[in-house]
Structures are given as structure tokens and as C-alpha cells.
């Protein structure tokens, strides 16, 4: 009965987080998480003999090559992949707040529910991609291989930063009693 009439009132809507409040906190979970992943990245290929750069000169050359089997014109390498990356580090993030702030089983109700959501939404959500990359480029198995424990590697980090940044920026304010 009271639910119903916290309803009616629209308090339950003042407890709930916004979808904008999701999308922004999604936005900045994603910026944080593309920037620590691009970071564990850079420290794990140098370590590797490879370039820093690796992975968004692998992102920026499937898409330039993409982009040429539909007849456009790009030049691939580390600044377009940059680009991508962060672009769609933001979108999937803005997604996942969103999604987190109005679906109530996506709400996370604690630190390890949130962070278990932002790993399995993230290495859900990248495979297509991370396919695509490997057939326009050609990839051996042995590429593959390293491409994909790689990229799950570095998804998961993703995944966790996004969950935690998702889950403290929803919480609920704490209240102080009088």
C-alpha cells in the first residue's frame, strides 16, 4: 500500500536515478575506464618488445580498412584508432549507465555486483568488433590468439572501472538523521 502511494506521489521516482544521471555517469565510467585500459595496454605491449600504440594502430587500420571495402578513403594508424577508441569507450559506457539507472535488475546494489555487470557487459558487447578487426585484417591464428586473450585482458579492466564508476555514481546520497 504505501509503495503504491509513494507512486502516486512520485517519490519513488525522486529514489530511482534518471536515465540523464546514467548517461553521464556512464559517460565518465567509460572515459575513465578507455583511459585506464589504454594505460595497462601500453605498459603490457611495451613490456611485450611492441609499440605502446598497438592496439589503436590495430583499431585505426580495421577501420581504415572497413572503410575501404565500402569505397572510402581513410588513412588507418594510431590517431584514428585513438579516435575510435575513445569514441566508442564513451558510447558503451553512456549505454551501460543508461541502462543501469532504469532497469532495475542492471541496478547495481553493491561495488561486486557493478563491477561483475561492467566485465560481462564489456566482453559481451566488444566481440563483434573485435571479429571484424580480425577478418579485415587478415589475422593468423597465432594473431588471433593474442588479439583475443589480449583484448579480454584489457576489457576487463575496462569493465571494472565502468562498474565502479556506474555504482558510485548511482548510489543514493547518504541521509543524516536529526
Given at each position: 500500500?504505501?509503495?503504491?502511494?509513494?507512486?502516486?506521489?512520485?517519490?519513488?521516482?525522486?529514489?530511482?536515478?534518471?536515465?540523464?544521471?546514467?548517461?553521464?555517469?556512464?559517460?565518465?565510467?567509460?572515459l575513465s575506464g578507455t583511459?585506464?585500459?589504454?594505460?595497462?595496454?601500453?605498459?603490457?605491449?611495451?613490456?611485450?618488445?611492441?609499440?605502446?600504440?598497438?592496439?589503436?594502430?590495430?583499431?585505426?587500420?580495421?577501420?581504415?580498412?572497413f572503410a575501404a571495402a565500402?569505397?572510402?578513403?581513410?588513412?588507418?594508424?594510431?590517431?584514428?584508432?585513438?579516435?575510435?577508441?575513445?569514441?566508442?569507450?564513451?558510447?558503451?559506457?553512456?549505454?551501460?549507465?543508461?541502462?543501469?539507472?532504469?532497469?532495475?535488475?542492471?541496478?547495481?546494489?553493491?561495488?561486486?555486483?557493478?563491477?561483475?555487470?561492467g566485465i560481462l557487459y564489456?566482453?559481451?558487447?566488444?566481440?563483434?568488433?573485435?571479429?571484424?578487426?580480425?577478418?579485415?585484417?587478415?589475422?593468423?591464428?597465432?594473431?588471433?590468439?593474442?588479439?583475443?586473450?589480449?583484448?579480454?585482458?584489457?576489457?576487463?579492466?575496462?569493465?571494472?572501472?565502468?562498474?565502479?564508476?556506474?555504482?558510485?555514481?548511482?548510489?543514493?546520497?547518504?541521509?543524516?538523521?536529526?
Amino acid at each position: 500500500m504505501q509503495s503504491r502511494f509513494q507512486h502516486q506521489l512520485g517519490v519513488e521516482h525522486l529514489t530511482r536515478p534518471t536515465r540523464s544521471r546514467g548517461i553521464l555517469v556512464g559517460l565518465i565510467g567509460g572515459l575513465s575506464g578507455t583511459l585506464v585500459m589504454d594505460l595497462c595496454g601500453a605498459g603490457l605491449f611495451v613490456m611485450m618488445g611492441a609499440p605502446a600504440s598497438l592496439a589503436v594502430t590495430i583499431i585505426g587500420d580495421a577501420a581504415a580498412g572497413f572503410a575501404a571495402a565500402i569505397g572510402f578513403t581513410l588513412t588507418g594508424d594510431a590517431p584514428l584508432g585513438v579516435l575510435l577508441h575513445y569514441l566508442i569507450g564513451l558510447g558503451l559506457g553512456a549505454l551501460f549507465g543508461a541502462a543501469a539507472a532504469r532497469v532495475p535488475m542492471l541496478q547495481p546494489g553493491s561495488a561486486l555486483k557493478a563491477m561483475a555487470l561492467g566485465i560481462l557487459y564489456v566482453e559481451l558487447v566488444s566481440q563483434p568488433l573485435l571479429v571484424a578487426a580480425a577478418l579485415i585484417l587478415q589475422m593468423t591464428a597465432a594473431e588471433l590468439a593474442q588479439w583475443f586473450g589480449i583484448s579480454a585482458v584489457l576489457h576487463l579492466v575496462y569493465g571494472l572501472v565502468l562498474g565502479i564508476a556506474v555504482f558510485a555514481g548511482l548510489r543514493p546520497a547518504a541521509t543524516t538523521r536529526g
